[in-house]
């Protein structure tokens, strides 16, 4: 082979190679942040599954009922009742801050969603969100203004 056919090749390379690879790389750096979202989601998912078990190893504080009872609870009750909202509230900033974006892309609104609903959940509850003024304190102020967000509008629609 002459210089000149060695010259027009690198030129096709060049001209077809290179925007190829910058492609294929763009492409795999996409499947990446995929991956990693979806195993930080899987990751919260089973922090959250975690709780609900302390919630069945703590059932006298009535925690798992939709409905809430005036039940009268033993300040030792009170304060483990306290340390479970702490402890979701805590789980809930770290789904936010790991998943929750303003402009999210379809995927991560589809996981975001399931925390939404966890969230609204427990907003639904008036001990909670009696708590929450205290739970709150010092928390990611974006968070705390999405919490409040969500319980004033449950508070709303309970009205």
Same mark, same amino acid.
């Given at each position: ?14 001209? @077809? ?7 294929? @790389? ?11 979202? /979806? ?46 909202? /702490?402890?979701?509230?805590?789980? @809930? /900033? ?5 998943? @929750? ?14 925390? /939404? ?43």
């Amino acid at each position: 082979m002459s210089f000149e056919t060695w010259e027009v090749l690198s030129y096709i390379v060049t001209v @077809f190679g290179f925007p190829f690879a910058i492609i294929v @790389f763009m492409i795999e750096q996409r499947k990446e942040r995929q991956n990693e979202e /979806e195993e930080t989601w899987q990751q919260l998912s089973d922090q959250y599954s975690e709780f609900c078990k302390l919630l069945l190893n703590n059932s006298d504080l009535g925690l798992l009922s939709a409905e809430q009872h005036a039940v009268h609870l033993t300040i030792e009750q009170q304060e483990r009742k306290y340390v479970m909202f /702490e402890i979701l509230t805590a789980l @809930f /900033e770290r789904a936010f801050i790991l998943v @929750f974006e303003p402009n999210m892309n379809r995927q991560t609104q589809r996981m975001w969603a399931s925390w /939404e609903d966890y969230i609204r959940t427990w907003c639904r509850r008036q001990d909670f969100r009696d708590a929450l003024p205290r739970l709150l304190q010092g928390e990611d102020p974006e968070f705390v203004a999405y919490v409040r967000g969500i319980a004033a509008q449950v508070t709303e629609n309970a009205s």
